[in-house]
């Protein structure tokens, strides 16, 4: 039976669109091939309190900074270049982290890549929530889906690579990153992708660039309330992969880095798996429901963990749960921030997948980093517990999809 023009198109969309998840599935193996590896770098550089946090900062935040501003710049002007260029930023600085032992160092190879991090989202999140019309919250599932992929394979590699070659044999990753980049980004077509799907038509050149108030629809005062409460719920997120590093590897746990990175999977693994069923389960006009729902469900799960002689059984069974619930439902935040602010889809995807970690990482660091240094790091999970609760209950103040998009059959 030959294929018709529509059944053809459906098909160069999904093969578009895996590509792009599994682009992100490198982008974020990148991002966390330091995860397991705190332990390490606190006893090479000898951080205090403060430097630690600054360390944490240097991780997180030039990510979620670089993407408000590549998401704010993309509504004005499409530039996928960024979905391949991105990505081998990301790989060149990430997997270079051991090369020299230096802080000063350590912290601009983190700066440059987190930038690399940043400017592919924007673009991607964008591409992803139109390749399939009408199913924004289920490409953005899938996409998102290869970037939790990504999170639980970086902590993995680079904890058994780091263990049997050392930091510097992050490096082994370089090459094969930048090839499967390549490789994706043709095979996916990407190119002509976002050509027709993000390059707008020419307007008026005589007329200006949308400010940011356009840009938001004048609605400042709600952007400021999506942003704190995705921000608030993504604090336990953030903090995951640093209190676990510093948990396991004390005496009664004794967890080697490899074991440490496994454990950090478990929680990411569980992510994918809670985004693989927003695929296939997932009914537009929820999002506002997760948003509310997810957060205080969380806040049973941040007291278990923060049980000091939780056993481990029930640690790993909770870091699981957590992961389903509060990282594999986030595709909801995004789509729902995409619907709020159709003009401005790169920002409102900036700011629900880059400032809302930035900032929800920089309310962590210096809670986990006093926590570190009491010898405590597991009472980091109860200071989670008022930042889900404040944000399930502000996100019950927020309006519901538009319902033009929500009613679109699944």
Known sequence: MQ????????????TSLICLALLHTLVDTCALLIAPLWPR???????????????????????????????????????????????????????????IEHRGVLFALLLIGGIGVGAFHPEAAVLA???????????????????????????ILSGLIVAQRGLSGLTLLTIPIVVLVAFLFLAGRLSGAASRLLTAPVADKN???????ETLEGRGGFAVLMLTVCSLRLVPN?????????????????????EIGMAQSVFLIAASVGMFFMVFR????????????????????????????????????????????????????????????????????ALTMGMAWGIGGLIQAPITSYFQKAGTPQMTFMACVPCLLVAGLAATLLPACPKAEASQPV
């Open 3 to 14: 294929m018709n023009e529509s059944d053809s198109t459906t098909q160069f969309a999904w």
């Open 41 to 99: 770098l606190d006893a090479l550089y000898g951080f205090g309190v403060a430097g630690l946090s600054l360390a944490f900062v240097a991780q997180s935040m030039p990510t979620s900074i670089s993407q408000a501003v590549f998401g704010w710049l993309r509504d004005r002007r499409a530039a996928p270049v960024w979905l391949w260029l991105g990505p081998i930023i990301a790989a060149l600085f990430l997997t270079s982290i051991g090369l």
């Open 129 to 155: 929530g139109r390749l399939i019309p009408g199913e924004r919250t289920r490409g953005l599932s899938l996409f998102m889906f290869g970037g939790s992929l990504g999170l639980a394979l970086g902590p």
């Open 207 to 213: 007329k200006a660039s949308p400010s940011l108030s």
């Open 238 to 258: 953030m903090a995951m992969d640093k209190v676990l590093a510093f948990t396991l590897s004390q005496p009664r746990w004794g967890f080697s880095e490899p």
């Open 282 to 349: 997932f009914r537009p006009g929820w999002e506002k429901t997760f948003m509310v729902v997810c957060p205080l469900a969380g806040i049973p799960l941040m007291l278990i963990l923060a049980w000091s002689d939780c056993p481990p059984w029930l640690l790993f069974t909770t870091l699981a749960l957590s992961g389903m619930v509060l990282w594999g439902t986030s595709p909801a935040m995004v789509s729902y921030a995409q619907q709020q602010f159709p003009k401005g889809a790169g920002l409102a995807s």
